[in-house]
Antibody, heavy 122, light 111 residues
Framework: QLQLQESGPGLVKPSETLSLTCTVS??????????WGWIRQPPGKGLEWIGS???????YYNPSLKSRATISVDTSKNQFSLKLRSVTATDTALYYC??????????????WGQGTLVTVSS | QSALAQPASVSGSPGQSITISCSAT?????????VSWYQQHPGKAPKVIIY???KRPSGVSNRFSGSKSGNTASLTISGLQAEDEADYHC???????????FGGGTKLTVL
């Protein structure tokens, strides 16, 4: 059974870089029909796509975050990661890593991590 | 890319049916049949209940159904049960260069 687990600091200072890693277990990250992504949810608010990446390196970002976000995949470790630069308090959120099916398979998130809370504060 | 508009809250009594709408002002929902719906209980990760507008993943109750008309997608829950009380989020594919867009979420209260 596929499992996704986020890891990374729970507290980041303003203007610094938020870095999270998602470890995938139960399946290979080298699957052509799946894309690996990050979704966040500010406290008490709705979900927001940050972006996603195929293991081959093709990436897709939310235009509002594209200038600050980088998603990369490490096939040797079966992990993918998120870096979000120049964070502010508005980046405080529960961050989920997720697996999304591709366009031909319905384009939806079929697996989620449990989420990790990241607070931006000095 | 614009967010999708959902009502902040809906409510219904056990046994009743409710419908949650998900509207886009342009593109997004209207252009593609790639709308999905997620159920999220407090403190839990979301779970897909509808994809490709109206398809149900294996294991999801047939009390959940989806549809789309023009730029508005809808989720209907029939025979409401207490366990259906949760937040519901719609999501749409937003074009090959974009990552997708979510609605603001709807809190369902079962009275």
């Amino acid at each position: 059974q596929l499992q996704l687990q986020e890891s990374g600091p729970g507290l980041v200072k303003p203007s610094e870089t938020l870095s999270l890693t998602c470890t995938v277990s139960g399946d290979s990250i080298r699957r052509d029909s799946y894309c690996w992504g990050w979704i966040r949810q500010p406290p008490g608010k709705g979900l927001e796509w940050i972006g996603s990446s195929y293991y081959s390196g093709s990436t897709y970002y939310n235009p509002s975050l594209k200038s600050r976000a980088t998603i990369s995949v490490d096939t040797s470790k079966n992990q993918f990661s998120l870096k979000l630069r120049s964070v502010t308090a508005t980046d405080t959120a529960l961050y989920y890593c997720a697996r999304r099916t591709d366009y031909s398979s319905g384009w939806y998130v079929d697996n989620w991590g449990q989420g990790t809370l990241v607070t931006v504060s000095s | 890319q614009s967010a999708l508009a959902q009502p902040a809250s809906v409510s219904g009594s056990p046994g009743q049916s409710i419908t949650i709408s998900c509207s886009a002002t342009s593109g997004d929902v209207g252009s593609f049949n790639l709308v999905s719906w997620y159920q999220q209980h407090p403190g839990k990760a979301p779970k897909v209940i509808i994809y490709e507008v109206s398809k149900r993943p294996s294991g999801v109750s047939n009390r959940f159904s989806g549809s789309k008309s023009g730029n508005t997608a809808s989720l209907t829950i029939s025979g409401l049960q207490a366990e259906d009380e949760a937040d519901y989020h719609c999501c749409s594919y937003a074009g090959s260069s974009a990552s997708g867009v979510f609605g603001g979420g709807t809190k369902l209260t079962v009275l």
